[in-house]
């Protein structure tokens, strides 16, 4: 069976606070746990209004200590913005505080605009392989430098990637691979193909373990799931207009004024969401499925109320519960 898990962001909605974001992606982790989904990750993003998960340890710790059995994570830590040996240290902490139940994705970009990369001091992401094996080798003890905690408490680590280039590299290090394709849907196949064709056993994987991301919204009908999903396509329209914001509601998506341009690239962009009632959604992460041979899905669901992210997440594990053998 092939497992679900969720990403989530710390969404600001308009009107709301940072902290009622968090609050609410407390509230996320909770539901996911008691939908029996596999993990949830948060994400590394920087100045960007409608996203509160800027420091995903500081987040990590938070959601672990209101869970028991959910795996928690970060999907990524943008390892250009970060010394290894700290990134070491800190997820060393977490899998010293929660066995057993952390998770570390990295990824290279980073994470945000030139401009506050700028401010984050970021490194070279050409340096990204060096910097990948050097942490790798603080928890193994490959190193001559102690990571206190760090070595031997090793979280499950994955390597994240919108390309083939991190394929390949997670391929050739023998590392799970987690893939983007729900903001970058057309590598997708080629990924896939370069990261199995790379792969290497090591001490961390015997065979290829492949999870895809892809943004999800299911709701009793999908007439409202459509409806629902208006924010997250305006949000994407601003962002990619360099005006980014807070979630904006259902009713103000519903009322904005979209050029031609606005509407061809919100389709591009959104062609690989599955929006739509439990039996839509299901039969297309099944056809997902079939098509990638993923073990796992990690969905991200982007909605203004609370309760109706918790209803998707409810609704989509009832539904691939009951269709899988």
Excluded at 47 to 68: I, K
Excluded at 164 to 170: R, V
């Amino acid at each position: 069976m092939t497992s679900l898990s969720l990403l989530d962001l710390a969404t600001v909605v308009t009107g709301g606070t940072t902290s009622q974001a968090l609050a609410e992606t407390t509230e996320m982790a909770k539901a996911a746990e008691e939908a029996g989904m596999n993990r949830l990750w948060v994400a590394e993003h920087h100045g960007m209004p409608g996203v509160a998960s800027s420091a995903p340890p500081v987040l990590v710790a938070h959601l672990a200590a209101h869970t028991s059995t959910l795996r928690i994570g970060a999907g990524g830590v943008m390892l250009p913005n970060h010394a290894p040996l700290i990134v070491a240290e800190q997820f060393g902490t977490l899998e010293a505080l929660h066995p057993g139940r952390i998770d570390l994705g990295i990824g290279r970009a980073p994470g945000t605009d030139l401009r506050t990369a700028r401010a984050l001091g970021r490194g070279d992401a050409g340096h990204f392989p060096e910097q990948l094996i050097e942490l790798l080798g603080y928890f193994t003890g490959d190193s001559e430098l102690l990571a206190m905690p760090g070595r031997g408490l090793i979280p499950e680590i994955w390597l994240l990637g919108s390309s083939t280039y991190s394929a390949q590299l997670a391929g050739m290090l023998g590392l799970p691979f987690s893939f983007a394709y729900h903001f970058s849907p057309e590598p997708l196949d080629s990924a896939l193909k370069a990261y199995r064709s790379n792969f290497r056993p090591s001490s961390v994987l015997e065979g290829p373990r492949v999870m895809i991301g892809v943004s999800v919204l299911c709701a009793p009908s999908t007439e409202e799931a459509i409806w629902l999903a208006g924010p997250s396509r305006l949000a994407m329209a601003l962002q990619r207009q360099g005006r980014p914001s807070t979630l904006p509601s259902p009713e103000e998506a519903a009322g904005y004024a979209y050029s031609d341009a606005q509407l061809a690239e919100i389709e591009r962009s959104a062609s690989s969401h599955v929006v739509g009632d439990p039996e839509l959604v299901t039969a297309g992460l099944e056809a997902l499925v079939a098509r990638t041979g993923a073990e796992e899905l990690m969905i991200s669901t982007r909605v203004f109320s609370l309760e109706d992210r918790i209803r998707s997440v409810r609704l989509l594990a009832e539904s691939w519960r009951a269709s899988q053998p």
